[in-house]
């Protein structure tokens, strides 16, 4: 199981990907417990987050970045600025920056 980041998307990027069509989510600076049932790929527009995966890994994220989180992933977000983001279940195909494998 991997999260994959890609940073500081090219708008050409962010048109290949159409991510300005993808569904609204925004959340105040917070820290929580998630699941993902679906891969979801998310598009950050606003804000900042770190999230914490198991075995004591994590990965950030900030405006302009990608990340995509697989499914059957547990892991807890820490919103560190007021975030703002696109999401989409769809496949999307990433050429990813930074890849960290999750230990299950």
């Known amino acids: 199981m991997e999260v994959k980041k890609e940073t500081q998307l090219s708008e050409e990027r962010q048109k290949e990907l159409d991510v300005n069509s993808w569904s609204p989510w925004g959340k105040e600076a917070s820290t929580f417990d998630w699941s ?37 992933l547990d892991c807890t977000w820490e919103i560190t600025e007021d975030l703002q983001k696109g999401f989409t279940f769809d496949n999307v195909e990433l050429e990813p920056d930074e890849t960290v494998k999750v230990k299950v």
Do not use: C
């Open 36 to 72: 993902y049932s679906s891969t979801e790929t998310g598009y950050i527009t606003e804000g900042a987050v770190t999230i914490h995966l198991p075995g004591g890994e994590s990965i950030s994220a900030e405006a302009g970045d990608l990340i995509q989180l697989p499914a059957g």
